[in-house]
């Protein structure tokens, strides 16, 4: 199989019958034709088919020689620097099919599942052959995954650790039996959660005190007593392309994940008990650092849109004169410069690991990171400022079609497009930014791999500051 079509993964997840609840109701039926998650499925199967083309192929995909198979890029271990560019822009291609929107392509997951697999060998037995299990299967069967690594929003202090038994909230080992652990209680923030193959249980910060919450693993969808509660859909009712050109295709959806006693098998299991395993998986796997890779190439690529974006809005409107215009547009191509240089010094400056995983350089990534997200909502700000008034009065696609067309055409046309696409241009930047789905696209960001106060904390700590300090106390001895 290795390589898997659109259809094929459609079917796929229809035949999984996952437990999906939404609105109140338990998704019955095929979930791909449901309106919460028909738009995001269809683009997930268009991405597929991509690694199909003739003219995408070499990119999208990687020959095995020991499986005699083409595979999924994001499931082939770089060992070049070559080889980590070519994945760079294999993302990037998969990203500019929805602007950056698409926060968990399939790449995304996959990347930690290739790492997994990559250094699984410096793991303790058995759970690092575990990891490797794990890996070959996904890659054999170009699984799709989603993810979680939060507990639930209850406590947020310091010291606040869940013990109790009786009222669990946190998901927690309660059991163990000769097939596995029993897994009880809940997580966050599982995007793309009932639509994807199989989930990816990472520990959750803070809980590494108390063993009963520390481990990792991988199961089916349909695991019994596993549960998505999804969150409201943005895209339920959307249907047209006009009038939400991002919502109705690239609608994610989050999900609550619930473990009712939940028998994950031992063999499934490759982080168990031990909290020194935790940080032994990170550091034998690099796995945060491959998924921050894969995540600042597709915030590179948001970058792009949001500079062609705001770019057309100027001229459509015709206000490239005014200075405070070329200020904002200047933010942009300053943001979007940064991104790529980051980017690609990462690249430059990448080495292997001692599994002969080529990997790009963390403070690279680390800096690209902690910057974009306080820049993305400067960058959102800026673009909802361009059009200024031009966001408030937004017809829909109905009302070109009805008999108020013709004002339509006369009121709202612009200096350089007509009405009927200077509102389209318009919607697609309301919808990026203003929607329900846009507002979401800036919450994701500002907060992507973790509260920005403690990635700059993270950043401080970890960057070597000492030659700098040498270098200037060098200075003044010479003085």
């Known amino acids: 199989m290795a390589i898997i079509k659109g259809s094929d993964y459609l079917e796929r997840i229809n035949k999984l019958k996952n437990e999906v609840w939404i609105g109140g109701e338990k998704v019955t039926g095929a979930i791909s034709e449901h309106p919460a998650f028909k738009?995001?499925?269809?683009?997930?199967?268009?991405?597929?088919?991509?690694?199909?083309?003739?003219?995408?192929?070499?990119?999208?995909?990687?020959?095995?020689?020991?499986?005699?198979?083409?595979?999924?890029?994001?499931?082939?271990?770089?060992?070049?620097?070559?080889?980590?560019?070519?994945?760079?822009?294999?993302?990037?291609?998969?990203?500019?099919?929805?602007?950056?929107?698409?926060?968990?392509?399939?790449?995304?997951?996959?990347?930690?599942?290739?790492?997994?697999?990559?250094?699984?060998?410096?793991?303790?037995?058995?759970?690092?052959?575990?990891?490797?299990?794990?890996?070959?299967?996904?890659?054999?069967?170009?699984?799709?995954?989603?993810?979680?690594?939060?507990?639930?929003?209850?406590?947020?202090?310091?010291?606040?650790?869940?013990?109790?038994?009786e009222k669990i909230i946190g998901a927690k080992v309660i059991d163990e039996t000769e097939e596995g652990a029993i897994i009880h209680g809940a997580r966050l923030l599982a995007t793309q959660g009932g639509i994807t193959d199989q989930l990816l249980v990472l520990p959750a910060g803070g809980n590494f005190i108390e063993p009963s919450f520390v481990y990792g693993f991988a199961i089916p969808s349909n695991t019994p007593g596993l549960k998505f509660l999804c969150r409201e859909s943005y895209a339920h009712g959307k249907t047209s392309s006009y009038d939400y050109p991002l919502t109705s295709h690239f609608e994610e959806g989050d999900a609550v994940v619930v473990f009712d006693h939940v028998l994950v098998p031992w063999e499934r299991i490759f982080i168990y008990s031990d909290p020194s395993q935790v940080q032994t998986m990170y550091d034998e796997t690099n796995m945060n650092v491959l998924l921050l890779y894969q995540a600042v190439s597709r915030q590179a690529v948001k970058s792009e849109w949001l500079l062609g974006l705001s770019e057309w809005m100027v001229r459509t409107i015709n206000v490239v004169e005014h200075q405070h215009i070329h200020e904002k547009m200047s933010e942009m191509i300053i943001s979007l410069e940064i991104m790529n240089s980051l980017l690609i010094a990462a690249e430059e400056e990448a080495q292997p690991n001692k599994h002969g995983t080529m990997i790009p350089d963390i403070r690279k990534l680390g800096a690209a990171c902690s910057y974009y997200q306080k820049t993305y909502p400067r960058l959102v700000d800026a673009?909802?400022?361009?059009?200024?008034?031009?966001?408030?009065?937004?017809?829909?696609?109905?009302?070109?079609?009805?008999?108020?067309?013709e004002d339509l055409h006369q009121y709202l046309q612009a200096a350089n497009e007509d009405a009927y696409e200077r509102v389209r241009m318009f919607r697609l930047a309301w919808d990026l930014t203003m929607s329900p789905f846009g507002s979401r696209q800036t919450q994701y960001e500002r907060f992507f791999f973790g509260d920005q106060v403690?990635?700059?904390?993270?950043?401080?700590?970890?960057?070597?500051?000492?030659?700098?300090?040498?270098?200037?106390?060098?200075?003044?001895?010479?003085r």
């Open 39 to 165: 738009g995001i499925m269809k683009s997930k199967a268009a991405l597929y088919d991509l690694y199909h083309h003739s003219d995408k192929k070499d990119l999208l995909t990687c020959w095995d020689e020991k499986t005699n198979e083409y595979h999924s890029f994001s499931y082939s271990q770089p060992k070049t620097k070559e080889q980590l560019r070519n994945r760079r822009q294999a993302t990037q291609l998969l990203a500019r099919e929805s602007g950056g929107t698409m926060g968990r392509s399939p790449d995304y997951i996959n990347t930690a599942i290739m790492s997994l697999g990559s250094g699984g060998v410096g793991m303790p037995k058995p759970y690092g052959d575990n990891a490797r299990k794990i890996f070959e299967e996904a890659r054999e069967k170009d699984f799709s995954f989603t993810h979680t690594f939060i507990n639930p929003q209850v406590n947020r202090s310091k010291h606040y650790v869940e013990y109790s038994n």
């Open 383 to 405: 673009l909802q400022q361009i059009g200024a008034s031009g966001f408030i009065s937004l017809p829909s696609e109905a009302d070109f079609h009805s008999s108020i067309k």
């Open 454 to 478: 403690r990635l700059s904390s993270s950043l401080y700590m970890n960057y070597p500051k000492e030659p700098f300090v040498q270098q200037v106390q060098s200075f003044l001895k010479k």
